[in-house]
């Protein structure tokens, strides 16, 4: 958003979008928005569009990572650990990735290592 407001003060100040995107590379580095998009800005902006917000997309609102699922997974997981993101997904009729990023991202959970043998260690004297 920030680079989009420099990108139309620059517009208005009669910058060229190859000089514009110079710019932005000297200041915001490997950061900086790539110069075809620049490109695409300055377009807008000669087309009278002058709002730097990006224009409401069309399609499904994202409706899997509700509260009430983030609750049905925690119970979930504090009745059974060893159920699969699978399983999870399936008895929520969610999908996988919505069930993973309700774990990771909402619950903050991660995989823990567990190891079904764990070394013995030899005492000397045998």
């Not at 075809?36 to 300055?42: P, S, Y």
């Not at 060893?82 to 999870?88: A, G, I, K, T, V």
């Amino acid at each position: 958003m920030e680079q989009r407001v420099n990108i139309e003060f620059c517009f208005k100040l009669g910058k060229t979008a190859k000089e514009t995107h110079e710019m932005l590379v000297k200041v915001c580095g490997v950061d900086a928005v790539s110069k075809k998009r620049v490109f695409e800005w300055f377009k807008r902006f000669r087309d009278g569009k002058e709002d730097v917000k990006d224009e409401p997309r069309s399609g499904r609102p994202p409706t899997s990572t509700t509260p009430d699922n983030i609750e049905r997974v925690l119970r979930m997981l504090a009745d059974d650990r060893r159920l699969s993101l699978r399983m999870m997904a399936e008895e929520l009729k969610i999908s996988l990735d919505s069930v993973s990023n309700i774990i990771h991202e909402h619950l903050q959970k991660r995989k823990k290592k567990v190891y079904a043998f764990p070394t013995l260690r030899r005492s000397r004297n045998v």
